[in-house]
């Protein structure tokens, strides 16, 4: 692959030999060390081959005192290709200008790269590059490093590293996100530990304080578990801060009510199809009209980036929108599959409702009330209801 690639710059030819004596040519080449290949007997007088351009001239010289007709059935390679075009002035402007265009957009950024972020969206982080002037088609070695880490360090405090380095045309973006900090806690403020909600308690553990209530004792929302006031052993009471860690059983009985006649979207299949090209940030529409007919119309747009060979980013993107019209038409849903909906969204809400447990026992009831099903879910839970509240 990698000869055949240099044949074809530095030219190669292939030709026809006549000759009453063809093993002359053959000969002349080995004595002149000229190169040859796909060598192809077509009668015991002809013979055709492939060699370099320079090799050629070479043996055209050679043979011009032999009787041999030699002809060139073919041409390629770069030689060739602008030894035909040398003359359309033209395409040599186009080309230059294009390179020349080229160059000088290798000092703007056209793409982003960004790394290292989960919580802080893309769009943020592109946002806040953009109030400090780092935005599509800015001159890249104007940025100033240092000081842009600054303001984007004040500008998004979830990010404890940021930099911006600029190579050709991309920008990339490397950033950390900042460790939240522990809650601090303060052990000389006096607490106490008081129920979340309605429960059986079946394990009480106090850190610091004095227990109020034990294991298998039913208990209301407000009620205190753990003391933070305690009596103390030499007369008077001591402020402590009751913290602890107390299970109970709780019981929930939620609902949730779900349609049984939907509207579905029916697609007619007439597909509409328009383009638009995005110059930086300059948007040349090839259709007259850009709304939405109707409100019955999906809109779907697709953006494709015209990129050079190498992945090098060009400040043009396609943009085409396809319009898919629709007709909305009533279906009944089974039941099965609404009930299966509303287990979905109830079990959503149930782990909503639990802290620091688990779901002991479940169960799903329904009942069809006109075009509407009731789902009621009825969970029982343990989980941790204890509940810090510091005093004043």
């Known amino acids: 692959m990698l000869k055949h690639i240099v044949n074809l710059v530095k030219g190669q030819v292939t030709g026809r030999a006549e000759s009453g004596f063809p093993e002359r040519v053959l000969n002349l080449c080995a004595e002149y060390d000229l190169v040859f290949w796909d060598l192809t007997w077509e009668s015991p007088v002809s013979f055709t081959f492939s060699t370099t351009r320079r090799d050629w001239k070479r043996l055209r010289r050679l043979t011009k005192n032999l009787d041999c007709d030699l002809t ?115 052990k000389d403020q006096p607490a106490n530990t008081v129920a979340a909600k309605d429960a059986f308690v079946t394990a009480i553990q106090p850190w610091d304080g004095e227990k109020q209530v034990l294991p298998g004792t039913m208990v209301k929302e407000g009620q205190l578990l753990i003391a933070g006031v305690v009596q103390s052993d030499f007369g008077g009471v001591r402020y402590l801060r009751g913290t602890g860690r107390v299970y109970g059983r709780t019981w929930y009985e939620l609902q949730c009510q779900i349609p049984l006649t939907v509207r579905h979207k029916i697609y007619s299949g007439d597909t509409k199809k328009q383009r638009a090209i995005l110059i930086g940030k300059n948007r040349v529409n090839f259709y007259f009209n850009s709304s939405i007919p109707g409100d019955t119309c999906d809109k779907i747009t697709h953006w494709d980036k015209w990129r050079l060979p190498g992945d090098i980013p060009l400040p043009v993107t396609t943009v085409t929108e396809e319009l898919r019209p629709f007709t909305l038409q009533e279906q009944v849903r089974p039941e099965d599959e609404a009930l299966r909906l509303a287990d979905i969204i109830l079990t959503a809400r149930l782990a909503s409702c639990i802290q620091e447990g688990t779901v002991l026992k479940r169960s799903l009831s329904s009942q069809t009330a006109g075009d509407t099903l009731l789902v009621t879910l009825s969970a029982e839970c343990e989980e941790q209801i204890g509940r810090l509240v510091e005093m004043p």
């Open 72 to 186: 060139a059935a073919d041409w390629k390679g770069v030689p060739f290709f602008l030894g035909r075009i040398r003359h359309r002035y033209a395409l040599w402007v186009g080309f230059l200008l294009s390179m020349s265009l080229l160059f000088y957009g290798s000092f703007f950024i056209w793409d982003f790269q960004i790394e290292g972020n989960q919580n802080v969206s893309r769009e943020e982080i592109l946002r806040a590059l953009e109030k400090h002037g780092v935005t599509f088609g800015a001159y890249g070695y104007g940025i100033n490093s240092f000081d842009l880490r600054n303001d984007i360090l004040l500008e998004i405090p979830e990010l404890s590293y940021i930099a911006v380095n600029v190579r050709g045309c991309r920008a990339y973006i490397q950033v950390r996100e900042a460790i939240p900090a522990p809650e601090v806690v303060r």
